[in-house]
Each structure stands twice: as structure tokens, then as C-alpha cells.
């Protein structure tokens, strides 16, 4: 039995269905772990939503920015972006089998030796900690409470975590956390703008993963969301964005029972966006 790792699909189906082929992957056999962002700017999100659903549990999928953003807009919360490739799910005779399924995808999830999120997690926490803030929202995405709290996830303050923060703005922190952190300041306050490679922040912030002192350093933790970034890989870090939608490649990791064990296997993909605008 095999365990993979994956990164940012976007809606590439063609370079997801030709990377599962060159793992030679099996459902009945193997387990593959998507980080986040299974939909958007590319081609063909409805195929891929499609194809994971019909992987049942050997595909064990996060959300990220991006999913999010897909169920917003099926919610008129918020509108199509020129980038979107959404419409076909949108619009689609199973759009709301669809939609229940991304929604019932967790945030962040600790399987095989592995804390894996989307796009980071913040220097105070726990890996004990990111999985019950994680499951908070978790509960919400599954509950009648979706539209409201939709309507309000969006917006980039409180900008840092509290472990007082309540309602909408402690919910607003965890998602921004897991779905869009790329980089923060020793003390947690977390920067959107920057979305350009390691080092080259703003003063004062550090990539999330080199905040001196993190508490999840002792734990392996996995991530997209950083296709500047690239293929990154520590033995307690790995990150597998390799810009598939740009023109990149799309990533997996066979993990093995040491970090010295992983294999990187790629597929190159066409260019579905233009760099600009992430």
C-alpha cells in the first residue's frame, strides 16, 4: 500500500488523471492526500471534482483558498473573478452533490506521520491546536450556518490569533491561517499582499515555516498554496505547489518510513494562467 501527497490541482484534471497514471495508482491499493485548491483557474474543475468523488476514500482531499471561493460564489457571496474557471460546476445537473461533497472536506488533517494543511499555520499553535481550530470551521462549512458564515469569512483582520477571539473574526483567523498564510512575523501577525518567493517579504516577516520557535516543528507538516515557492523539502517540512496552473508541474510525495524515503514524482502541465493576480 502506497501513501501520496499532492499538490494544487485547479481544476487540471488532464495533468491529475496523467500523474495518478504515473504513480499507477491504485484505489483498492493506495491513499492519496490532496492539499488544497482542487478547483479553479484551470481547465476543467468540474472533471476534477468529479474524478476525486468518485475515488471515495483513498482520495482524502483539504480545502483550500480557492475551494472555498467556489463555495462562496455558488452562495452569491461573492462574484465570479476574471480568472475563475468555475461555471461548469457551477451550472452543472450534479452542482449540488458537488457542493455538499466539498463541503464536507476538513481543513487540516494529521494521517501517517503527517500534519498536512493548505497553506500554513500560525507559530502558536499546536498540531493538537490546528486540528480543533481547523474542525471548528469544519463544523460550521457542514451546518445550516454555511451562507452566514460565508458572507463573513472574507477580510484580512484580525490579522493575528487570540485565543479570546469569538464569532466571526476567530473563524476569519483560522481559515486566513490555513487557506492563504504565506508569510507572518515572529509574533503571528500574518501579511497577504506578498505572494513572491522565500525572502522576499516585507521587512520583518518570515516565511510562516521559519518563524524561530514554531510548535508544530516537531511534527512533519505538508502544504501547498505557494507555487513561487516550489517543491520545498525538509525532513520536517514539504511543501508540493509547483505552479501546475501556471505552466509548472503538478507534484506528488510517496512517503516513506523516513524523509530519506520520499520520492518526488512530477507531470508537466500547460499553461491554463498567466503569472499575475494568484
Known sequence: MAMYLIGDIQGCNDALGRLLAALDFSPSRDTVYLLGDLVNRGPDSLGTLRRLMALGDSARCLLGNHDLHLLAAAHGVRPAG??????????????????????????????????????????????????????????????????????????????????????????????????????????????????????????????????????????????????????????NLMCLDTGCVWGGCLSAVRLGATPADRTLIQVKCAQSQKPGGR
Open 82 to 235: 476574471r480568472k475563475d474557471t468555475l461555471t461548469e460546476v457551477l451550472q452543472a445537473p450534479d452542482r449540488e452533490a458537488l457542493l455538499n461533497w466539498v463541503r464536507h472536506q476538513p481543513l487540516a488533517r494529521q494521517e501517517a506521520g503527517v500534519l498536512m494543511v493548505h497553506a500554513g499555520v500560525l507559530p502558536s499553535w499546536t498540531p493538537e491546536q490546528v486540528l480543533a481550530l481547523a474542525a471548528e470551521v469544519q463544523a460550521v462549512l457542514r451546518s445550516d450556518d454555511l451562507p452566514a458564515f460565508l458572507a463573513e469569512m472574507y477580510g484580512n483582520l484580525p490579522n493575528a490569533w487570540n485565543d479570546r477571539l469569538q464569532g466571526a473574526s476567530r473563524l476569519r483567523v483560522i481559515v486566513n491561517a490555513l487557506t492563504r498564510l504565506r508569510y507572518c512575523t515572529a509574533e503571528g501577525e500574518m501579511e497577504f499582499a506578498s505572494t513572491e518567493g522565500e525572502g522576499e517579504g516585507p521587512e520583518g516577516y518570515l516565511p510562516w515555516f521559519d518563524v524561530p520557535g514554531r510548535r508544530t516543528e516537531g511534527v512533519t507538516v505538508a502544504f501547498g498554496h505557494w507555487s513561487t515557492l516550489g517543491w520545498k523539502q525538509r525532513d
